[in-house]
């Protein structure tokens, strides 16, 4: 999906890039937020989707790397979630 904006964008990008900081920011609007960090972490498993679904016969196909890579966001979350703190300070 992600490359339907960008096509000219690089193939790595999107994965050692863009999703580890989206999902390093869900961890930490999920603790600022104080969100559960299941949810946070059930959104960054969902992350790879957006280089991965091009098309059904593609996401079928790379199910695997979906899994890998959802499960590696996920810890980013969870890791970024328990080194933020609980509250800002004004």
């Known amino acids: 999906m992600l490359y339907w904006l960008f ?3 690089d193939v ?3 994965v050692f890039v863009i999703c580890p900081l989206l999902a390093a920011l ?3 609007f999920c603790r600022l937020l104080r969100v559960h960090i299941a949810v946070g972490s059930g959104i960054a498993l969902l992350l790879p989707l957006l280089f991965i ?3 059904l ?3 079928m196909m790379n199910l695997d790397a979906w899994a890998m890579y959802g499960a590696i966001y996920g810890l980013i979350a969870f890791a970024v979630y328990k080194v933020s703190p ?3 300070k004004p």
């Open 7 to 9: 096509e000219r964008m």
């Open 12 to 14: 790595f990008l999107p």
């Open 26 to 28: 869900i961890g930490v």
């Open 53 to 55: 679904a091009n098309d």
């Open 57 to 59: 016969p593609t996401m």
């Open 86 to 88: 609980k509250r800002v």
